[in-house]
């Protein structure tokens, strides 16, 4: 069974950076990761993915040029670094994997989430 464990959520000032860690455990090796975000009130939101190799990112063009998402498979981690937070950027983010290696496949496994609070 995959098992993810983000880390990193905290209360931050808008216009901070924080940066979000998902490790994993279990068969996800080959696969895609990513992050997903929720905040109260809305439907969860695709942020960021990004495939096995590392090479190739997708990133939601409401946080395009703000986040980047990188790997390290000797850690078994996955990144989400954020900058110039908004308060719209507040949510609990989920840490994912994907079905396939590709940045672009479905999610398939879910982490519990980590909380960012961006205060104004």
């Known amino acids: 069974q995959v098992q993810l464990l983000e880390s990193g959520g905290r209360v931050v000032q808008a216009g901070g950076s924080l940066r979000l860690s998902c490790a994993a455990s279990?068969?996800?090796?080959?696969?895609?990761m990513g992050w997903f975000r929720q905040a109260p009130g809305k439907e969860r939101e695709f942020v960021a993915a990004v495939d096995w190799s590392g090479s190739t990112t997708r990133i939601a063009d409401s946080v395009k040029g703000r986040f980047t998402i990188s790997r390290d498979n000797a850690k078994n981690t996955v990144y989400l670094q954020m900058h110039s937070l908004k308060p719209d950027d507040a949510a609990v983010y989920y840490c994912v994997v994907g079905s396939g290696n590709s940045a672009y496949s479905s999610f398939k496994y879910w982490g519990q989430g980590t909380q960012v609070t961006v205060s104004s």
């Open positions: 279990g068969p996800y090796r080959g696969n895609a």
